[in-house]
């Protein structure tokens, strides 16, 4: 049995120890907002928060969350009420097929959680272990700007 605390809810789930948390929150969950690219660590589209840190959960055994907080796209916004970064995804035209979307949000809370006016370079670090096919970068970044720009005027 794995307990931890997952979008804020307490979570007990009986799965092998070695169990990839992407699988776990999408085959033993059923939260299927966490997205699979390449299986390998390298295009962060399977990016959550785990301890507030970002992780590539195709690469984290789910012993590792026994008594962490988890934190997945699900976690930060639903459909009718989204959250401001999605929101702007949304309005800047950041999200096309939608694979890296998920991971792109959740590589953003974390690099706003840092930095909450970052600069275009930590923009571009910060989402630099997520890879995007469709949308060449730049809306996403405007995305990300968006969002700062919106928060440091309190909305
Ligand atoms: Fe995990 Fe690509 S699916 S990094
Ligand atoms: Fe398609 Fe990024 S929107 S991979």
């Known amino acids: 049995m794995i307990s931890f605390t997952l979008n804020g809810s307490p979570t007990t789930i009986d799965a092998p120890p ?11 969950l059923h939260l299927t907002g966490t997205k699979e690219g390449c299986g390998e660590g390298e295009c962060g589209s399977c990016s959550v928060l785990l301890n507030g840190e970002l992780v590539n959960s195709c690469l984290v055994p789910s012993l590792q969350v026994e008594g962490a907080t988890v934190t997945t796209i699900e976690g ?3 459909s009718a009420h989204l959250h401001p970064i999605q929101q702007c995804f949304l309005e800047q035209g950041g999200a096309q097929c939608g694979i890296c979307t998920p991971g792109m949000i959740l590589a953003t809370q ?23 096919r469709c949308t060449g970068y730049m809306r996403i970044f405007e995305a ?7 928060a440091e005027a309190g909305k």
């Open 18 to 28: 070695m169990t990839r948390l992407l699988d776990l929150l999408r085959e033993h």
């Open 76 to 78: 930060l916004g639903q």
């Open 110 to 132: 974390h690099l706003l959680n840092k930095h909450p006016q970052p600069t275009l370079t930590q923009i571009k670090e910060g989402l630099s272990g997520n890879l995007c």
């Open 144 to 150: 990300v700007l968006e969002t700062a720009k919106l």
